[in-house]
């Protein structure tokens, strides 16, 4: 019997541990980038005054719950629709104050929740996604005159292949990535996540063909996503590009989510006064 050295031994147990590591990775990838709340949100008008609960019907069949904001009374209606497309945590409940913003400026918004999310059927993927969007989108079209794309961090990405597909008349990105592989290999810097990665979302590549008015926000001190990234989806879109960029911001943070600077920018793309 030829006897294995053991530097030799040493050397295939890692490399053994290695590909069971990139197995897992691979069959379990997409438990790193989704993190849904698949608990049902209350009644919309439980809520949020005025707000409609609405269903939206995929191409694949799902029935999936959303949010129908109108602007409150008082309040004169764009009729303008947004579209908002959430990151990949939580549910609709956690972008009301958004939507109330938002609203209050005279906005219709439809406050989305991908399949597996917020009570939803389905599990996420980067085409069932887009399945999503495209429903609620023929959806809101139906409602309004013209239509704002507003995706956050993943969402940025979905409705940036939205826009590939079904012109805006205005696209709004909070705190993009330049595709989800460049944005996993900042968090998991010891996987071959551009190898591996089944779910790409090519977000700096779409936005070269979209040509609608573009608005990319993001926050300097983001931890999630490297602000460099989102300044570059914004130096490679094909249209005009406004960049507002959020002073001491972390990706999460409420300026980000519902603050002036933010809604301001949005009301100014949608052509009215803040």
Do not use: C
Request: positive net charge; proline residues 8%; hydrophobic residues 50%.
């Amino acid at each position: 019997m030829v006897k294995v050295p053991a530097a030799v031994r040493a050397a295939l147990v890692v490399l053994l541990l290695l590909a069971l590591l990139v197995a897992a990775a691979w069959l379990m990838q997409r438990r790193l980038v989704y993190f849904p709340d698949r608990s049902a949100p209350p009644p919309a008008a439980q809520v949020l005054a005025g707000a409609e609960d609405v269903s939206l019907r995929t191409a694949d069949g799902l029935s999936l719950g959303a949010w129908l904001v109108r602007p409150p009374p008082g309040t004169t209606d764009r009729r303008i629709g947004v579209l908002v497309a959430p990151g990949n945590a939580g549910n609709r409940l956690a972008r009301v104050p958004l939507a109330t913003a938002l609203a209050g400026r005279g906005l219709t918004v439809l406050l989305v929740d991908y399949r597996g999310y917020g009570g939803n059927p389905g599990s996420p993927t980067e085409a069932g996604l887009a399945r999503d969007v495209d429903a609620a989108r023929a959806y809101l079209a139906e409602r309004t005159e013209r239509l704002l794309y507003f995706g956050e961090s993943l969402g940025a990405a979905v409705v940036t292949a939205l826009a590939t597909r079904h012109a805006p008349a205005g696209l709004i990105l909070r705190s993009p990535f330049t595709d989800l592989p460049a944005a996993g290999q900042e968090h998991y810097p010891f996987l071959p996540v551009r190898l591996l990665a089944r779910d790409r979302f090519p977000v700096r590549d779409a936005i070269a063909r979209i040509t609608a008015p573009t608005l990319v926000v993001y926050g300097t001190a983001d931890s999630v996503v490297p602000p460099a990234q989102s300044r570059a989806v914004a130096d490679n879109a094909a249209g005009p590009v406004r960049v507002v960029v959020v002073e001491g911001a972390d990706h999460n943070d409420a300026s980000l989510l519902n603050g002036r600077q933010l809604i301001d920018a949005v009301t100014e793309l949608a052509g009215g006064d803040s």
